[in-house]
């Protein structure tokens, strides 16, 4: 995880909030070992942020977890509690619905809010960032998700996050997943250069969004072509930043996380990256 942003958003979050005393350090960790480091971790660590493939093993060393971590089978975050205990939660899905939402999907929601159609969601790839965006579009009322997958089983294996979410799965075959763009927001999660070839054969729908969790290298050629034919965009640079506002909140027990710094500092992160 050298290569991570996330303690640039971190350690800005904590300077932003006057909480100099914190640390957000990233550590080297395989799926075998994460069980031992949890165990030794001292009471002055406050959370854990977890990547792939730590999700699921994280859900499984919680001793609680937020029901959206248990309906979608994996978790990203882990909160200690007061009691010593570790909390799960799955951010990425709070993390996509508010870029998602910001894109005026799921507008149509409160108990004076207009009756709005239930949007049409169409998710690539079948993987853990599969998981948190079928979350995130029954979140946004969806009742029906396009799954396009490349391999078969993936719809099978993704089956049981729909039934507990209450979402039904429309199962696309990837040779087909051209006319599955027809659709509010398409959010793409299959590794880099796996919808490539995708950016010169789909009909953009006018008033659809494309949220690509990639970030580098960015833009994809999906993005690319979404841009010139002016659907707005969202990049996993937009997921990463969202999803960290609501962990740094878990984390410290403010009430709100400062987000314009946190911005600020993932910009300049990427910047100076190159």
Known sequence: MAHSLSPFIHTAGFT??????????????AESELPDLVAGLGPEWAGLSLTMPLKEAALRLAASASPLSIAVGCANTLVRQADGGWHADNTDVVGMVQV?????????????????????????????TARAALGAAAQLGAETV?????????????????????????????????????????????????????????TWRPGSVLFDALYDPWPT??????????????????????????????FTGLPEAPEEAMRKALEEAVRNRG
């Open 100 to 128: 998602l939402r910001e894109a005026g999907l799921g507008a149509g929601t409160g108990r004076h809010a207009a009756k709005v159609d239930p949007p049409r969601i169409t998710v690539l790839g079948g993987g853990g």
């Open 221 to 250: 050629p999906l993005a690319a072509a979404a841009t010139a034919h002016g659907v707005p965009v969202f990049s996993g640079l937009d997921l990463l930043l969202a999803q960290a506002l609501s962990q740094f909140e878990q």
């Open 146 to 202: 396009t799954l396009v997958t490349r391999r078969p089983e993936a719809r099978e294996e993704l089956e049981p996050v729909a039934v507990a979410l209450g979402i039904t799965l429309a199962g696309v075959p990837w040779d087909a997943a051209v006319a599955a763009f027809d659709a509010d927001a398409v959010i793409a999660t299959v590794p880099k250069g796996a919808a490539d070839h995708l950016a010169a054969q789909v």
């Open 16 to 29: 932003a909030t006057g909480l100099l005393d914190w640390t957000y350090t990233a550590i080297e960790c």
